[in-house]
């Protein structure tokens, strides 16, 4: 069997704010860095084939730290960005708070299909990322693949690897620069261990 491991981005000032990123290109800041070169010890003797990136800045960078102590060439692809919170995007959490609060608590109880305005649903985040996961995966059968990502990708994909309903997706706790580990072998995927941090 092979591993498939789900990395998320290090902390951003707008992590450390409550500000919702979603597309919006944060750089990781300087806590964020050394989260980021703290997962890549992690990895230093397990023998990953390839790392692949969300193409947003703070995913990028804090797979191109892994990369480095791989020696490996992250590969990035929009299909890995995080969801899209439309409006809300730059905004505060109390704030949305006070301004949406039918929308906010739609989006926490029922996110699967609760679209923020000119944003996505989890739904849509599914139909964009699985896919592409999956057919990455399916290059490397016998070898452990990285995915670098953002909370919002990584709570739906252990979802739907374990077949649970997205409405549950903020049941699971996601934290910066975490190590979600799956074992796979074909379309297959066992849960090895969730939200590992190194600090």
Not at 84 to 95: A, C
Request: with cysteine.
């Amino acid at each position: 069997m092979a591993k498939l491991y789900l990395i998320r981005h290090g902390e951003t000032d707008y992590n450390n704010a409550m500000r919702f990123q979603g597309r919006t290109d944060i750089l990781l800041n300087q806590k964020g860095i050394e989260q980021a070169e703290k997962a890549a010890e992690f990895f230093r003797d397990i023998p990953l084939q390839a790392i692949y990136t969300s193409s947003l800045k703070r995913a990028r960078t804090t797979a191109e730290i892994i990369g480095k102590v791989k020696g490996l060439e992250p590969q990035a692809t929009d299909a890995l960005q995080e969801m899209s919170f439309g409006i809300w995007e730059n905004m505060n959490s109390k704030d949305i708070q006070k301004k949406y609060a039918k929308e906010w608590k739609d989006f926490f109880a029922s996110p699967a299909t609760t679209t923020i305005p000119q944003g996505e649903c989890m739904l849509d985040v599914q139909k964009r990322a699985y896919p592409v996961v999956q057919e990455i995966l399916d290059q490397y059968p016998d070898g452990d693949v990285a995915f670098v990502a953002h909370g919002g990708i990584i709570r739906v994909l252990i979802c739907t690897m374990l077949g649970l309903d997205l409405n549950r997706a903020w049941h699971v706790h996601v934290g910066n620069a975490s190590i979600t580990c799956f074992y796979y072998w074909g379309r297959s995927y066992t849960l090895d261990y969730a939200n590992l941090t190194q600090y």
